[in-house]
């Protein structure tokens, strides 16, 4: 499938990457000092950050907004697209309550979609909830054995629907394979992915890069925002790809790419 530049997320990046060299091999995503050119490009992208947002989403940088404090990682990959280099930018999970933004690469799989199953398997763990409570305000003992057969139902319908939100992501690397993330974690002895394994910024910024025939040269992540009470996330520093979950799906991804380690 063709597509024009002006309908993709890439930046081109020629114009100002003079005298920056073009690396021939992948950086891996989980060293601690980024590739020059994606360090060039985290800083194109940060430029637009600083009102990208303004009004919709408080990153804890603009003390007047009237919204909760959330920081936020985003990421960069350098790719080369018909012949340009440029970038591709990402944030993981989601930023102003969605997940999609112009000008930031989809997610894999839409969950916050309003016709998804998501939705309707929420509401069902809801109605269990409210079940429950209910019969644990009237008389307890006589309801013993029916809370007990519900809260097993909720348990088994929470387990059900996060193994079909984790079969749903699809995730393709540049040799064309397609495997889902629940597959990749237990072919690597996991039980199961970490909740939210695939909202990270680094697998979207490649699976984007290969569904639209890009070739990924160097990558970068860095906190925006205040940082959290409980991690040392700080504003503007770069860090590795997250290892519980962000490893073993980019090991997948990046199969037949040559990286540097």
């Not at 440029?86 to 944030?91: I, K, M």
């Not at 019969?135 to 809260?151: H, M, R």
């Not at 393709?172 to 939210?196: A, M």
Request: hydrophobic share 40%; net charge negative.
């Amino acid at each position: 499938m063709e597509h024009s530049k002006k309908d993709l997320c890439f930046v081109e990046l020629s114009a100002i990457a003079e005298g920056y060299s073009i690396p021939t091999r992948f950086s891996s995503p989980f060293n601690l000092s980024p590739h020059p050119l994606a360090i060039e490009a985290a800083s194109q992208l940060q430029s637009r950050l600083k009102n990208y947002f303004a009004g919709k989403h408080n990153f804890g940088l603009d003390q007047a907004a009237d919204l909760p404090v959330i920081g936020k990682m985003f990421g960069v990959l350098v790719v080369e697209f018909e012949g340009k280099v440029g970038y591709l930018s990402a944030f993981s999970g989601k930023v102003a309550s969605t997940n999609d933004h112009p000008g930031f690469v989809p997610p894999i799989f839409n969950l916050l979609a309003s016709d998804g199953f998501l939705n309707e398997g929420m509401e069902e763990l809801g109605r269990m909830g409210t079940q429950i409570e209910e019969l644990e305000n009237q008389d307890e003992a006589p309801n013993l054995p029916e809370i007990k057969a519900l809260k097993l139902a909720r348990k088994n319908h929470s387990i059900q629907l996060q193994n079909k939100i984790f079969d749903h992501y699809e995730l393709l690397n540049c040799q064309g394979d397609t495997k889902n993330i629940r597959s990749i974690f237990q072919s690597l002895g996991h039980k199961n992915p970490p909740s939210g394994a695939g909202e990270c910024a680094g697998p979207k910024l490649l699976q984007y890069a290969f569904t639209h025939n890009m070739k990924p040269l160097a990558m970068a992540e860095f906190w925006w925002g205040a940082s959290p009470k409980s991690v040392f996330w700080k504003h503007r520093n770069f860090y590795p790809s997250c290892k519980e979950k962000c490893e073993p799906i980019l090991g997948f991804m990046l199969q037949g790419i040559e990286v540097v380690e």
